[in-house]
């Protein structure tokens, strides 16, 4: 059937290694799986499973973690007696192995080396991982020389987890027993470097050179799918967030300003929620479903939105915010040129005195104020909102922004926290143009009741504008990474790209 042979042709590569190496987290970042076991102690995997990454339902590959080798020299000692008994060649030895895995004793004798050769005796190709920041050691020998007794299409992966270097010893001894030796972070891997690693797989096997290039081209269209999704998604946030109001009716005796103080406190309350709300759906774009439950991110996320603490954590460098508060100090009369929201534009010079004023003006700047509203059949309402404080409108999107690059650059190793704040000094640029375009969009979504077809029209313009700007994100954060183009993290044996294929032993 089409089917099954479509299926068949799914490359699958089982990752494996040395315990505590970091192949679940291999496995994580290129099935792209959150749900994937990672631990700090050895022997966090303890069974075989398969991972396979689909897009819209159909398995365009496959990583099956797998257990650490606990008892390789046994394993290859009981290999090696077989063979000498049976006067087997070279040939045999896919076979022998086979013939361990399948050895009813062997299950509970050595269940870890079962575990994960049984995969590759069933036709997985072999992802060898190591730890670049250790040294090397000849307690390995005996794991790879069991690897190579399979016969498979294998790569080497050297994975720098310590922190000394020792890649080059590591890469002379792999560089005997494996085809390929690449040197990747499992937990740091960018979209490219994922890339590439995946295009080398196809090279292993002429079968899966099909199969990997569709891979390599959806996963391209998924990132673009997602930046629309996520550009969707800001647009979106600031659309709802720019036209926020909260109403109360008020009685016919009633200060209006007695009822000021709770209508901010829940305007605030609403703003925080609908942050919290589209931040969600930026790790879902992004596959990352357990993100918000894991630790404390969520008080992180949800940290008041008002505070100059946050605004300078999350939103704005210091420089911006002089920036802004210069421009908003000059401004009379609503020509306030602002440039604002994790973003930098204007290039003001930082002084502690301007400093100070500019987290006055910042901090205790109002959001919006009470108006109140007559009704048409007899009443009055106050009303708090929209906010027409243009720097709240930046400051709202730089967020949005700084925690969509994040999100998106993030591999599905990653188990720490969302700290937004540990790069809140990071620069994202704004252009002119750009900035521009915001204002414009801005202005007109923070209009009172904006006739919805209106609103809809500009929630489409800005769309189109936050696209653009995450895109110019994403492709600066690239050549952050690998700056010589050949990826930061990925290095070849040999230092070329074509020249990196090794000769099996
Ligand atoms: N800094 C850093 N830490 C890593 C990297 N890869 C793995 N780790 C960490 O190393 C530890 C082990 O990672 P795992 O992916 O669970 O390793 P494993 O080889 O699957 O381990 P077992 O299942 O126990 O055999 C975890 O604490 C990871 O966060 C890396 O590239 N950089
Ligand atoms: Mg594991």
């Known amino acids: 059937m089409e089917g099954d042979r479509a299926s068949s042709a799914v490359p699958r590569l089982a990752v494996v290694g040395h315990p505590n190496k970091g192949k679940s987290s291999l496995v994580a970042t290129l099935a792209e799986d959150d749900s994937v076991s990672i631990g700090r102690d050895p022997g966090t995997t303890i069974e075989s499973r398969a991972y396979p990454l689909r897009i819209d339902g159909r398995p365009l590959y496959t990583l099956i973690d797998t257990p650490g ?55 997985a190709g072999i ?28 790569m080497a992966l050297i994975n720098p987890i310590g922190k000394d270097d020792h890649v ?45 290039e569709t891979a390599v081209a959806a996963l391209d269209e998924v990132r673009v799918a997602h930046r629309r999704q996520s550009a969707r998604e800001i647009a979106e946030l600031m659309a709802d967030a720019l036209s926020l109001v909260v109403e109360k009716r008020l009685g016919p005796e009633e200060d209006p ?11 605030k309350r609403r703003l925080v929620r609908l942050e919290a709300t589209h931040r969600k759906a930026i790790q879902r774009i992004h596959g990352h479903h357990g993100l918000e439950a894991r630790g404390s991110e969520l008080e992180v996320l949800e940290s008041d939105l008002f505070s100059q603490g946050t605004w300078l954590r999350f939103g704005l460098r210091r420089r911006d915010l002089a920036a802004a508060g210069a421009a908003g100090g000059a401004a009379t009369g609503g020509t306030i040129d602002l440039a604002l929201g994790g973003t930098s534009l204007l290039l003001g010079v930082t002084t502690g005195a301007m400093l100070g004023g500019v987290l006055g003006w910042l901090g205790a700047t109002r959001l919006a104020g009470i108006r109140i509203v007559h009704r048409p ?34 591999t599905h190793a990653v ?76 290095h070849d044996g040999d230092g070329s790209l074509r020249g990196s294929r090794r000769r099996a032993v």
């Open 69 to 123: 080798f606990q008892r390789a020299r046994r394993v290859l000692a009981w290999l090696q007696e077989r063979a000498r008994r049976e006067g087997a060649t070279a040939a045999d030895r896919p076979r022998l192995v086979a013939g361990f895995v399948a050895e009813p004793s062997h299950a509970a004798r050595f269940p870890d080396e079962c575990e994960l050769l049984r995969p590759i005796v069933d036709g």
């Open 127 to 154: 992802l060898y991982v190591v730890d670049g920041g250790v040294p090397y050691g000849p307690e390995y020998e005996a794991e790879m020389e069991i690897l190579r007794w399979t016969g498979r299409p294998s």
């Open 168 to 212: 080059g010893p590591w890469q002379v001894a792999l560089g005997q027993f494996f085809r390929v030796v690449r040197v990747v972070d499992a937990v740091e891997a960018d979209h490219d470097t994922r890339r590439r690693l995946l295009l080398a797989f196809g090279e292993l096997e002429a079968d899966w050179r099909d199969p990997i």
């Open 257 to 267: 300003s007695d009822l000021e103080a709770g209508l901010e406190q829940e305007y």
């Open 377 to 410: 059949l007899g009443g009055r309402l106050a009303r708090f909102g929209p906010s027409r404080n243009p720097g709240f409108a930046f400051v709202l999107f730089g967020r949005a922004r700084h925690h969509r690059r994040l999100v998106a650059s993030r």
């Open 415 to 490: 188990r720490e926290t969302l700290d937004l704040g540990e790069t809140a000094d990071e620069r994202l640029p704004l252009d002119t143009a750009m900035r521009k375009r915001l204002e414009k969009s801005f202005a007109i979504l923070r209009t009172p009741d904006l006739p919805a077809v209106v609103r809809a029209d500009e929630t489409e313009v800005l769309v189109r504008t936050i696209e653009a700007i995450l895109d110019a994100d994403d492709s600066r954060s690239g050549k952050k990474r690998s700056p010589d183009g050949a990826g930061g993290y990925f």
